[in-house]
């Protein structure tokens, strides 16, 4: 599970970079044109010239406020983890169930998202009424993303979707949104959405997944 709250950070953190990196198309154009007008006018002209300057320092002073805004940008993730469900060992084995929430997200100047992953994983440890622990120390738990069509939702779904396709809908729909926004999406009192334009992709409880986006960037540096 590690290996994955750290893929997530690390795939956001790159979606960053890239941002910073990524040269601006109108910049490359008017210096491809202010090169241009230089070659063309053999002679000199200080009308035009001084057109040139002004427009290169109108070139810089966009470049610098892209740079700027790019460099606002900043990642965040953040983790709910709480235990779900269990039952005491008596004249049966008991059981704990443990689930966890992890968040990546990207967010601008704004606190706007403009990036989010998000997973999670579900920990079953049985427990004997002597006391034992079933599960060995080095069990790893698959996250639902990697379940993929194996987790097994898609069948019960309402909808025909699978937990991964509805958590991707999820975070392709909060892409603009503060967490404010995120917080104000309408559910019932167990978190499932009841906003028209979300739950016809999305049915599963997203309670977890806004506490989880919340300490995201309220840890985004």
């Not at 992953?117 to 049985?126: C, F, G, P, W, Y």
């Amino acid at each position: 599970m590690k290996k994955q709250f750290l893929f997530l950070t690390a795939v956001l953190t790159t979606l960053v970079l890239s941002g910073c990196s990524q040269p601006n198309g109108n910049t490359d154009d008017r210096q491809n044109g202010s090169s241009g007008t230089v070659v063309e006018n053999v002679v000199p002209n200080h009308g035009n010239t001084q057109q040139n300057m002004d427009s290169n320092q109108n070139t810089t002073s966009g470049t610098n406020q892209n740079e700027q805004t790019d460099q606002s940008n900043r990642t965040g993730i953040g983790i709910v983890s709480y235990l779900n469900r269990s039952q005491n060992a008596g004249d049966t084995d008991g059981s704990a169930e443990i689930s966890t929430v992890a968040a990546a997200v990207a967010v601008d100047g704004e606190d706007r998202i403009i990036g989010c992953s998000i997973d999670m994983v579900e920990q079953k440890l049985e427990i004997s009424n002597t006391g034992a622990i079933g599960s060995p120390a080095n069990t790893q738990y698959s996250t639902k993303k990697e379940l993929g069509d194996s987790y097994g939702m898609k069948a019960a779904s309402e909808i025909g979707k699978e937990w991964y396709e509805q958590i991707e809908s999820f975070e392709q729909y909060v892409i603009g949104k503060t967490v404010e926004e995120i917080n104000g999406i309408k559910t019932d009192d167990h978190g499932y959405v009841q906003d028209n334009s979300l739950n016809s992709s999305v049915t599963i409880s997203i309670s977890d997944f806004q506490a989880a986006i919340t300490k995201a960037v309220e840890n985004a540096q």
